[in-house]
Each structure stands twice: as structure tokens, then as C-alpha cells.
């Protein structure tokens, strides 16, 4: 069975936008996805890149035709709840943070979903603390507990290593996919992820 890896960040739309359809490649595949999550901001500033925001700014008709992409994946794959969000960009650092406190109790993929809706299905404005508080305890989470564990330096720490060990093997942006350490990057190489997990011979 082949090692599957979903390197993201709450603040990227085309991870949000692929992390909606996962399930269809894990059902189709029988495999797991691993979530990794890492900073976009900290990728960003280990490899010299960009947001494409910045990258497309003043290039004629490429954000139009970004765009296009963009609702072409979501009639394609029948995304039914995406909005951009208004208070883009959202500085993602306490809820990356959060999703490696959420993995350390063994509830990232909930937290995942709840955070990643707040993010661009109901937008919200994920970088204040009391609106993030909110979101968790509403999702069922003890809000209290999972803001307080962003603190610890345990969880400070793997986000960082988790960020830096993306970037060294080859990440530089998200979302990102290793198949068996082999790399994809963006929404639109699932198809490409899913072939190589089902390739014959692996």
C-alpha cells in the first residue's frame, strides 16, 4: 500500500478545494491520506516564493484565468461550499499551530474539517482568537484547551520541523502530495496522485 502525505495550509483555497475531494480518491484507491500540516508562510520564506496572489499581480488575464481553473475543479468534482473568504489573506499561524494540538490529541481530522469550513465554507476570520475559540467549541472541541496547547513549545516546534522537512524534500507551497515520497503539487495533479497509488507494480 503505498505512503500517501497531504502537506497543507488552512489558508491555501486549492488545498481546501482538495481536501474535499480526497475522500473520493481514498474510497477509489482503498488508501489513506496522512495530513501534514505546515506554514505556508514559513514555505514561502525557505524557498524565496510567493503567494499567487503577489506572483500574478499586474500579469493581463492570468488571475481571470486562475479563477476560470478554479470553478472548473469545483464543477468538476461537485463542490457544492466554497466562498472566498473576505478577510483573505488570514495569517494561519495559530490554527496550524492548532492542527498539530489537534493531531497531538488525536483529533486532527475533525478539527480539519471544522477549521478548513471556517476558513472558505462559512468564512470567517480565522486569525482572531476569540472567533477561532468560537469555531472549535461549536465543532465540539474544548476551545480553551486546544488555543491553550498552541502555546507549548512541543507543538511551536513540529510545526516548524514539519514546515522544514516539507521544504526539504522538495515542497514549495501547498497543497502538496508525496506518493511513496514522489512529489505532486497543487489540486489539479490528484488525478496524477491517484494513478501513481494504483500504478501496477508499486
Do not use: C
Not at 461549536?138 to 480553551?144: Q, S
Not at 513549545?153 to 520541523?161: H, N, P, S, W, Y
Amino acid at each position: 500500500m503505498a505512503k500517501v502525505e497531504f502537506h497543507f495550509d488552512f489558508g491555501s483555497p486549492n488545498a481546501y478545494l482538495a481536501h474535499l475531494v480526497i475522500p473520493e480518491v481514498e474510497r477509489r484507491t482503498g488508501t489513506k491520506f496522512e495530513y501534514v500540516p505546515i506554514l505556508l508562510g514559513g514555505v514561502f520564506k525557505l524557498t524565496n516564493n510567493r503567494s499567487p496572489a503577489e506572483k500574478m499581480a499586474g500579469i493581463k488575464n492570468r488571475l481571470e484565468y486562475e479563477r476560470l481553473e478554479m470553478q472548473r475543479f469545483i464543477r468538476r468534482h461537485n463542490v457544492a461550499s466554497f466562498t472566498f473568504n473576505p478577510y483573505f489573506p488570514v495569517n494561519t499561524l495559530l490554527i496550524m499551530r492548532g492542527a498539530v494540538a489537534a493531531e497531538l490529541e488525536g483529533v486532527l481530522a475533525p478539527y480539519v474539517d471544522a477549521v478548513f469550513k471556517a476558513m472558505w465554507g462559512e468564512p470567517k476570520k480565522m486569525d482572531d482568537p476569540e472567533v477561532v475559540r468560537a469555531v472549535l467549541n461549536d465543532g465540539g472541541f474544548d476551545g480553551e484547551v486546544l488555543l491553550a496547547r498552541t502555546q507549548d513549545q512541543a507543538v511551536k516546534d513540529r510545526l516548524m520541523q514539519n514546515t522544514q522537512d516539507s521544504v526539504a524534500r522538495g515542497a514549495f507551497g501547498s497543497p502538496t502530495f508525496f506518493v511513496d515520497g514522489e512529489i505532486f503539487f497543487g489540486k489539479d495533479r490528484l488525478s496524477e496522485v491517484e494513478e501513481e497509488i494504483v500504478r501496477p507494480g508499486r
